[in-house]
């Protein structure tokens, strides 16, 4: 942020840090960005969330964690690198794009977002931690209930189930 024009700039953890403000993360400065946004637009945090999913789709995220040695990570993020678009691994969704930027990102031609307006684009993200021993684990989809699927999916591949 203190080298490009970067207007916000947000990480995994909920912070998020404004240009021409500090380079990192302000909670008090959000909390009360919010509430004035709140204030001017007369609507609760609820209401204002439902206003961005009415516009632009529901986006559910999820994420977890699993606790596995540097060997079995390597396996999986192997394993997860020879599966091909059109695969159907995680949740009996077919692959069609991979990502390698950092871990391996699959797309998904998820069924139920054919069925909702403005559904957000269905991803997981397998990634090997480099400093502990923990393979995360992040899915974006169009509800929770496939997120919760395709964590559990995610959590059944990598763990040889």
């Not at 990480?11 to 959000?30: A, K, T, Y």
């Not at 540097?70 to 692959?95: S, T």
């Not at 909702?116 to 929770?144: D, H, N, V």
Request: proline residues 4%.
């Amino acid at each position: 942020m203190l080298e490009r024009e970067i207007v916000m700039g947000g990480e995994e953890s909920g912070g998020i840090g404004f240009q021409r403000h500090l380079p990192e993360r302000d909670g008090l400065l959000n909390s009360l960005l919010l509430a004035n946004v709140m204030a001017e637009e007369g609507k609760t945090l609820g209401q204002l969330v439902a206003d961005l999913q009415e516009e632009y789709g529901e986006h559910q995220y999820g994420r977890i964690d699993l606790d596995l040695s540097d060997e079995i990570k390597n396996g999986v993020i192997a394993h997860a690198l020879a599966l091909q678009p059109g695969d159907p691994v995680f949740a009996g969704m077919p692959i069609y794009c991979q990502e390698t930027l950092d871990g391996i990102k699959f797309y998904l031609d998820n069924p139920e977002a054919t069925t909702k307006p403005k559904a957000a684009e269905t991803w997981l993200l397998l990634r090997a931690s480099g400093t502990e021993p923990l393979m995360r684990i992040y899915t974006e989809s169009c509800s929770k209930e496939s997120v919760a699927k395709l964590l559990e999916s995610a959590r059944a591949f990598a763990l040889g189930e």
